[in-house]
């Protein structure tokens, strides 16, 4: 199914989900619980992952493999959020589902970036070794590492009424 239509599709509700996350993650640092955005989150970037396996392949590749991670990472915060309301370990659970799941979804971008956006494309081909692409997912690497850490001192779930 690698129709135009079905790709902009595709791409669209990954940008919205990417923006999302970049929300949730500052009510993370804010030690912030943001209900409406989390749900946009969760839902867009489970439907980023769903239908990257709608794109026609022959064999299994990276990208079907990162998108099972995400959705497990997901099911994980979904889990945590819903049911146990992220406290107690549910929180950790909660948190690191949420910034991993966000993570993969910007890892994919870098990887789509470089591959489609000419300039990038120019710097690292073949993406494997070059310099500039692994420069670039180790920045990436590091920065989610570290807002996760963050997010985990500071997030905490509300109380209850």
């Not at 049911?83 to 993969?104: D, E």
């Amino acid at each position: 199914m690698d129709s135009p239509a079905f790709t902009f599709f595709h791409v669209a509700i990954s940008l919205i989900a990417i923006l999302s996350g970049l929300v949730v993650i500052y009510g993370f640092l804010a030690a912030r619980k943001l209900e409406g955005v989390t749900l946009l989150f969760l839902a867009t970037t489970i439907a980023t992952s769903v239908t990257g396996f709608f794109f026609h392949r022959d064999h299994l590749l990276p990208s079907h493999i990162v998108g099972a991670i995400s959705l497990l990472l997901l099911v994980g915060a979904i889990v945590a959020l819903y049911s146990f309301h992220a406290r107690g370990a549910w929180r950790v659970v909660y948190v690191v589902g949420i910034v991993a799941s966000f993570y993969l979804n910007v890892f994919v971008l870098i990887i789509q970036s470089f591959q489609k956006v000419p300039f990038l494309h120019a710097l690292a081909p073949t993406q494997s070794s070059e310099p500039a692409f692994v420069a670039v997912q180790g920045v990436a690497l590091v920065a989610f590492v570290t807002v996760g850490a963050i997010s985990l001192m500071r997030f905490r779930a509300p109380a209850t009424a």
